[in-house]
């Protein structure tokens, strides 16, 4: 039976994919940097707002140090890979980025979970997770010979923010077993956001976005508020639900990213994209009902 924790790993891929498509409808010369910097810049004074109406601010000091230190070092390998990926979004593919990333994603977290000893993974979770990878591989296939190669350098750049995204994952399981999710998402946040902003003061890095028309800028917010939205979800069903099923529902962000193209990019779906959609859908069914 579906609970809160799975809707919110849904509603987190769903958002994750839904910027994805912001991020690459930006057609101004912005880069990956850029992005991320003011994902975090805007993410951070929401979620202080946030943290301030619905957290006892007492309570803060008395925050356990080494949960704290996971949070920050998890925060740390998080960043890197959104760095990573938001690259990859802008030079490749965005259905092959999201479905690198996301498989991986499944396979390092479930290899962590096993080697640790910290989740245990039922048989339905793998008859579910093989129906979700498989429907994702076949809206992701092409026929198309006349397609541009994959550059295997792009191609790396998923694989290695799934790697990072999963240990990043164990250490925040970690900590929300001491600190409050909504804590967790502000300092997931706040310490991004100032380290890029002492980055730029020491490196006199030029971050403008006066270059950008608009329509950009909207679609660069929309993007972070996506990418918060995406964040805080997905906080809040770990602290709910295994890491395993976590991970294993917010792999249909390529399935979300590919309607969401057809629906507002006119991207045309094929019959095994059609095809991929309906088993990705039946795999999710199958954890949310038998799990």
């Given at each position: 039976?579906?609970?809160?924790?799975?809707?919110?790993?849904?509603?987190?891929?769903?958002?994750?994919?839904?910027?994805?498509?912001?991020?690459?409808?930006?057609?101004?010369?912005?880069?990956?940097?850029?992005?991320?910097?003011?994902?975090?810049?805007?993410?951070?004074?929401?979620?202080?707002?946030?943290?301030?109406?619905?957290?006892?601010?007492?309570?803060?000091?008395?925050?356990?140090?080494?949960?704290?230190?996971?949070?920050?070092?998890?925060?740390?390998?998080?960043?890197?890979?959104?760095?990573?990926?938001?690259?990859?979004?802008?030079?490749?593919?965005?259905?092959?980025?999201?479905?690198?990333?996301?498989?991986?994603?499944?396979?390092?977290?479930?290899?962590?979970?096993?080697?640790?000893?910290?989740?245990?993974?039922?048989?339905?979770?793998?008859?579910?997770?093989?129906?979700?990878?498989?429907?994702?591989?076949?809206?992701?296939?092409?026929?198309?010979?006349?397609?541009?190669?994959?550059?295997?350098?792009?191609?790396?750049?998923?694989?290695?923010?799934?790697?990072?995204?999963?240990?990043?994952?164990?250490?925040?399981?970690?900590?929300?077993?001491?600190?409050?999710?909504?804590?967790?998402?502000?300092?997931?946040?706040?310490?991004?956001?100032?380290?890029?902003?002492?980055?730029?003061?020491?490196?006199?890095?030029?971050?403008?976005?006066?270059?950008l028309t608009f329509k950009d800028k909207s679609f660069m917010g929309a993007s972070s508020l996506l990418g918060l939205g995406s964040s805080l979800s997905f906080i809040f069903a770990l602290s709910l639900t295994r890491p395993s099923i976590t991970v294993?529902?917010?792999?249909?962000?390529?399935?979300?990213?590919?309607?969401?193209?057809?629906?507002?990019?006119?991207?045309?779906?094929?019959?095994?994209?059609?095809?991929?959609?309906?088993?990705?859908?039946?795999?999710?069914?199958?954890?949310?009902?038998?799990?």
């Amino acid at each position: 039976m579906i609970g809160l924790g799975e809707s919110l790993a849904l509603l987190s891929a769903l958002f994750h994919a839904s910027g994805g498509i912001f991020i690459k409808s930006i057609k101004s010369k912005i880069s990956a940097f850029q992005i991320t910097a003011f994902r975090f810049w805007i993410a951070t004074p929401c979620l202080l707002l946030l943290t301030f109406f619905s957290v006892e601010i007492s309570e803060l000091p008395n925050i356990p140090l080494i949960p704290l230190l996971l949070i920050v070092l998890a925060t740390i390998i998080n960043t890197a890979g959104i760095l990573l990926f938001t690259t990859a979004i802008m030079k490749g593919r965005v259905g092959i980025t999201y479905t690198t990333s996301t498989s991986m994603m499944i396979f390092f977290s479930l290899l962590w979970g096993i080697l640790l000893k910290i989740d245990t993974i039922s048989l339905w979770a793998i008859i579910g997770s093989i129906f979700i990878l498989t429907g994702v591989y076949l809206v992701n296939r092409t026929n198309n010979s006349n397609e541009p190669k994959i550059d295997k350098k792009i191609m790396f750049l998923p694989i290695m923010a799934a790697l990072l995204w999963s240990v990043g994952l164990i250490l925040t399981d970690f900590s929300l077993k001491e600190i409050e999710p909504m804590i967790t998402a502000t300092i997931r946040a706040l310490i991004p956001a100032v380290g890029f902003t002492i980055w730029i003061l020491i490196t006199k890095k030029e971050i403008s976005i006066s270059n950008l028309t608009f329509k950009d800028k909207s679609f660069m917010g929309a993007s972070s508020l996506l990418g918060l939205g995406s964040s805080l979800s997905f906080i809040f069903a770990l602290s709910l639900t295994r890491p395993s099923i976590t991970v294993i529902l917010n792999s249909v962000s390529p399935i979300f990213a590919v309607l969401l193209s057809f629906i507002f990019l006119k991207e045309k779906l094929s019959l095994h994209q059609i095809i991929g959609v309906l088993i990705s859908i039946s795999g999710t069914m199958v954890i949310v009902i038998m799990i």
